[in-house]
């Protein structure tokens, strides 16, 4: 079975600009989180989303957001993009019924300059 | 507001040796925990987990250890091998109420020594 799959793996922006990451979960998958990892702060929770309905959201600002379609692929986006938003942003998925292990994929280096 | 510490940044080890990473939480709603193995440039790959009804998980040379009334989790991996050399992250969640998300440590760098 195909694990997750995340693009761009790796993207360079300047400041004030706006960035679309995508992630396609592992089939059968439905709930889908998205994490931003910067060095030293391990994994921060941005949000979750689930049969495309957001549950769940972290203390982020409103320049992130994201979206899930009927086939549970997500994508993400921050707009105005700022050079502390340079970090790896990883895309969970899971099935959301007992054990609760999230299965990652490889990541998206963003990098803002 | 840090839920999960891992208050040891790296750690060093020689092949054949136990390693030991330990994890403690503030979360007392929290009842389901996870440790995760992280290479760079790849994704973290899930490890063990254990629920909070237990206090010890095996799998293979991996063992999971919960003391919750001290709050505190440790990954005991035995023999240590060079290959896992990896940044380890503990994890936890609350399977109650509308929490879907799980609460990471910033991990712990496990460095094994041949």
């Known amino acids: 079975k195909a694990g997750v799959t995340q693009t761009p793996r790796y993207l360079i922006k300047t400041r004030g600009q706006q960035v679309t990451l995508s992630c396609s979960p592992i089939s059968g998958h439905r709930s889908v989180s998205w994490y931003q990892q910067t060095p030293g702060q391990g994994l921060q929770f941005l949000f979750e989303y689930f049969s495309e309905t957001q549950r769940n959201k972290g203390n982020f600002p409103g320049r992130f957001s994201g979206r899930q379609f009927s086939n549970s692929r997500s994508e993400m986006n921050v707009s105005t993009l700022e050079l502390g938003d340079s970090a790896l942003y990883l895309c969970?998925?899971?099935?959301?019924?007992?054990?609760?292990?999230?299965?990652f994929g490889p990541g998206t280096r963003l990098t803002v300059t | 507001d840090q839920q999960v510490k891992q208050n040891s940044p790296s750690l060093s080890v020689q092949e054949g040796r136990i390693s030991i990473l330990n994890c403690d939480y503030t979360n007392s709603m929290f009842d389901y925990f996870l440790w995760y193995k992280k290479y760079p440039a790849e994704g973290p790959t899930f490890l063990i987990s254990i629920s909070s009804i237990k206090d010890k998980n095996e799998d293979g040379r991996f063992t999971v250890f919960l003391n919750k009334s001290a709050k505190h989790l440790s990954l005991h991996i035995v023999p240590s091998q060079p290959g896992d050399s990896a940044v380890y992250f503990c994890?936890?969640?609350?399977?109650?109420?509308?929490?879907?998300?799980?609460?990471f440590g910033k991990g712990t760098l496990l460095t094994v020594n041949p």
């Open positions: 994890a936890a969640h609350n399977s109650g109420g509308s929490n879907y998300k799980l609460t």
């Open positions: 969970a998925s899971s099935i959301p019924t007992g054990a609760y292990e999230q299965y």
